[in-house]
């Protein structure tokens, strides 16, 4: 069974989060819609089972809140993947969205690491979701998950499409992959741990 459920609580959140890497249901609430709706993004195209259900001081802003799930997400990611043995372990994704364009390439070595290059602005989508936090959004779960993400915007003018097609080309190459392809650790190592 490749599934996780965690349960993160601090002053300023709370989330309790489950993963199944081979499908199932799709529930998210965290209150604030644009971030519920990038999450189904990368349950759906990731063929992943999420549920999330989080609070957070959102009067402050949307900081605590997206970045903690941030960390839950990578921290169940690595706990469903195990020892990492017969994983596909390196993919890579294309994404368009009418005129945006976006690249997303993961291996799931063991050893976090985040490229974020994507030209988004200083605003805020929907309820309260702050525009910058996507890239504080992918190093979390990079750092947590033992990954490592290079994520490209390539080109875009609308701010939705340009966040909406790097969910979806992250969502792409993590289900991609954690494919099994075999029984073997993907590793010259033999492990595939930091």
């Not at 291996?107 to 805020?124: I, K, N, T, Y």
Request: aromatic share 6%.
């Amino acid at each position: 069974m490749r599934t996780a459920t965690l349960t993160r609580a601090t002053t300023e959140t709370r989330v309790k989060l489950s993963l199944s890497l081979d499908g199932g249901e799709a529930r998210i609430r965290t209150g604030l819609g644009y971030f519920d709706h990038m999450l189904m993004q990368l349950a759906r195209h990731g063929g992943f089972g999420l549920e999330v259900e989080a609070t957070g001081d959102l009067p402050v802003d949307s900081h605590h809140l997206v970045e903690d799930v941030g960390l839950c997400l990578g921290d169940a990611l690595k706990s469903a993947l195990g020892d990492r043995a017969g994983l596909a372990r390196f993919a890579h994704a294309y994404v368009p969205l009418d005129e945006a364009l976006a690249r997303v390439v993961v291996d799931l070595s063991g050893r976090p690491w985040c490229e974020f290059h994507a030209d988004l602005p200083p605003v805020v989508l929907g309820d309260g979701f702050q525009v910058e936090m996507v890239r504080e959004f992918f190093i979390a779960l990079a750092m947590r998950g033992g990954l490592a993400v290079h994520a490209d915007l390539i080109r875009g003018v609308n701010t939705h499409h340009k966040v909406e097609a790097l969910f979806k080309a992250l969502a792409k190459a993590l289900h991609q992959a954690t494919r099994l392809e075999g029984a073997e650790v993907p590793s010259t190592k033999g492990t595939l741990s930091a």
